[in-house]
């Protein structure tokens, strides 16, 4: 997704956020439905940890799959978070 420009949505409504085309990291952003709002920061971070365990969680599942029936390698995934963010970005799975 790398160099890709994708909407930021609120988790709770699944619709895009609205702020302004180049925000500043004081600047807020807010879903248009249901009023949830942080500053760019706090959204970016949001979407920073959101990203980070989906792909993370992505990967243990290939590697698992890869090596499920191996008898000389054991793979132990490790516990994942269910953290809920306000922020998110569809990502392609």
Same mark, same amino acid.
């Given at each position: +997704?790398?160099?890709? !420009?994708?909407?930021?949505? #609120?988790?709770? #409504?699944?619709?895009? !956020?609205? %702020?302004?085309? &180049?925000?500043?990291? =004081?600047?807020?952003?807010? #879903?248009?439905? #249901?009023?949830?709002? %942080? =500053?760019? $920061?706090?959204? +970016?971070?949001?979407?920073?940890?959101?990203? $980070?365990?989906?792909? %993370? *969680?992505?990967?243990? &599942? +290939?590697? *698992?799959?890869?090596?499920? %029936?191996?008898?000389?390698? $054991?793979? =132990?995934?490790?516990? $994942?978070?269910?953290?809920?963010?306000?922020?998110?970005?569809?990502?392609?799975?």
């Amino acid at each position: +997704m790398s160099g890709q !420009i994708a909407d930021v949505l #609120c988790s709770t #409504c699944n619709v895009p !956020i609205r %702020g302004p085309s &180049s925000p500043k990291p =004081t600047d807020l952003l807010s #879903c248009p439905k #249901c009023g949830v709002s %942080g =500053t760019h $920061t706090e959204v +970016m971070a949001s979407v920073k940890g959101y990203s $980070t365990e989906h792909v %993370g *969680g992505q990967v243990q &599942s +290939m590697l *698992g799959n890869a090596f499920r %029936g191996n008898k000389s390698v $054991t793979f =132990t995934p490790t516990a $994942t978070s269910s953290r809920k963010y306000q922020f998110i970005v569809k990502l392609d799975d």
